[in-house]
Nanobody, 123 residues
Framework: QVQLVESGGGLVQAGGSLRLSCAAS????????MGWFRQAPGKEREFVAA????????YYVDYVKGRFTISRDNAKNTVYLQMNSLKPEDTAVYYC????????????????WGQGTQVTVSS
């Protein structure tokens, strides 16, 4: 069982930056690929970014490429999402998730989920 706790969300103006963190309880953290998803009000949860077990391979949805960066520190059991040049349409609850596999782009590919952290971008 892996517990994931997100932090770092908040209110930011358009063009600003936030860094989300996701701390994992498991000592086996390095065995998991990690992903970030988001869900805006009235919309389905969508993939944002993912990385493999050591962060050497990363994956992004097209509309965050060049703005968001996923990284991880296995010594700290933590994965990060650096978000720059934020836009109002980035407003959502952001979730981190852990995966045994490599089906990065779909929610069903992940085995454990955090509770989410709210990101609000004002115009």
């Amino acid at each position: 069982q892996v517990q994931l706790v997100e932090s770092g969300g908040g209110l930011v103006q358009a063009g600003g930056s936030l860094r989300l963190s996701c701390a994992a309880s498991a000592s086996t953290f390095s065995r998991y690929g990690m992903g970030w998803f988001r869900q805006a009000p009235g919309k389905e949860r969508e993939f944002v970014a993912a990385c493999n077990w050591n962060g050497g391979s990363t994956y992004y949805v097209d509309y965050v490429k060049g703005r968001f960066t996923i990284s991880r520190d296995n010594a700290k059991n933590t994965v990060y999402l650096q978000m720059n040049s934020l836009k109002p349409e980035d407003t959502a609850v952001y979730y981190c998730a852990a995966s045994y596999g490599n089906n990065w782009y779909y929610s069903r590919g992940y085995d454990y989920w955090g509770q989410g952290t709210q990101v609000t971008v004002s115009s």
